[in-house]
Nanobody, 126 residues
Framework: VQLQASGGGLVQAGGSLRLSCAAS????????TGWFRQAPGKEREFVAA????????YYANSVKGRFTIPRDNAKNTVYLQMNSLTPEDTAVYYC????????????????????WGQGTEVTVSS
């Protein structure tokens, strides 16, 4: 499956952005998906994940209550809705997909993901 992330940009602190990750190539609805981010000089870190059924989600503590990860399997797209952004959210955001036959699992570790998008940059100004 090929993943294309989009929606990044420059936003002021307190603002919102919605990232999109469009999948092509295979049936997206059989993939658990997640978002990671990498700030300059830092390791890539987990942000949010969702099972392919959409019934299970998980968020990093740093974004819990501010970010959500809805998905639309009919559109082969997963989103990252980011609200109340802070400069600490500045990073390149990557979407990823993991093959999953159960529909109930989400994954939080980079090594669990088979496919990665190219990243979209988010900059939050203070």
């Amino acid at each position: 499956v090929q993943l294309q992330a989009s929606g990044g940009g420059l936003v002021q602190a307190g603002g919102s952005l919605r990232l999109s990750c469009a999948a092509s190539g295979r049936t997206f609805s059989r993939y658990a998906t997640g978002w990671f981010r990498q700030a300059p000089g830092k390791e890539r870190e987990f942000v949010a994940a969702i099972s392919w059924s959409g019934g299970s989600v998980y968020y990093a503590n740093s974004v819990k209550g501010r970010f959500t990860i809805p998905r639309d399997n009919a559109k082969n797209t997963v989103y990252l809705q980011m609200n109340s952004l802070t400069p600490e959210d500045t990073a390149v955001y990557y979407c990823a997909a993991a093959e999953d036959s159960t529909g109930t699992y989400y994954y939080t570790q980079r090594e669990d993901y088979n496919y990665w998008g190219q990243g979209t940059e988010v900059t939050v100004s203070s």
